[in-house]
């Protein structure tokens, strides 16, 4: 257990510095207080997302330089998020993605729409969040034919097949680009299928397994993350 615990820290220390607006973001995460924004009516977030939940729900340091890697080398000008929180991600692929790019979010909380907004004014980034649930504003895109280089899924873990289906059937992802989506090992939930939403999880990878139009592969790290491509 001692080195299964010195993984992580040791992997971050033999990875290049994240820069300081990424610093920053996850500064003002861990700031953040669910308890109060809920009582206060500024957020909507279920009460099962307790102050617990508020480091839990950001990606992890070394998947977001692992994104950036992957927007840098295919040169991806168009990328959607789904699920931006406070826009650690999304800010991550920003600074990666080459002139004239630019990241889409989506992101129900409008606290954290805010919060995004602010901060890409504030660093001239070209960062813009769209406000809503996932499932009617990913239909809406899909119904104005956008198309993606990069997609990165972070969202609700029971709406994965139905985001999966409307990206593919509607042609969003280019076809030289990558789909990433977090979460697939949930814990190892999606592996022992213990609870409703580790079940959707892993029905959810089977169906990408078994879809002839891709190619797929699942990374044993950071709770499991899925690179998806066209064949």
């Known amino acids: 257990m001692e080195l299964v615990s010195a993984v992580e820290p040791f992997t971050r220390s033999r990875s290049s510095k994240t820069s300081p607006l990424l610093q920053y973001i996850m500064k003002e995460t861990a700031k953040l207080d669910f308890d109060k ?3 206060e009516g500024k957020i909507q977030l279920s009460v099962k997302f307790d102050n617990d939940y508020v480091m839990g729900m ?3 340091t070394g998947q977001v330089q692992l994104l950036q890697l992957l927007v840098s080398k295919i040169q991806a000008k168009n990328i959607l998020e ?6 650690y991600a999304a800010f991550g692929m920003a600074e990666a993605m080459p002139p004239g790019g630019k990241v889409t979010g989506i992101e129900r909380e409008q606290s954290f729409c805010d919060f995004v907004t602010r901060t890409a004014e504030e ?5 813009a969040v769209i406000q809503g649930c996932a499932l009617p504003v990913l239909t809406s895109l899909a119904e104005r034919g956008a198309v ?6 972070d969202c609700v873990k029971m709406e994965y097949q139905e985001y999966y289906k409307i990206i593919m059937d509607n042609n969003m992802l ?3 680009g990558i789909l990433a989506v977090d979460n697939t090992i949930l814990k190892g939930t999606a592996i022992t299928c213990e609870n409703i939403e580790g079940k959707t999880v892993n029905d959810f990878s089977k169906i990408v397994a078994e879809d002839v ?3 797929a592969v699942m990374l044993p790290c950071y709770d499991g993350m899925y690179l998806i491509q066209h064949k």
């Open 58 to 60: 950001i990606s992890d």
């Open 82 to 87: 789904v699920g931006t929180y406070l826009g």
């Open 37 to 39: 924004l809920r009582s």
């Open 148 to 153: 993606y280089d990069f997609i990165y899924v």
């Open 213 to 215: 139009r891709v190619t």
């Open 174 to 176: 280019h076809k030289n």
């Open 123 to 127: 660093h001239s980034l070209n960062v």
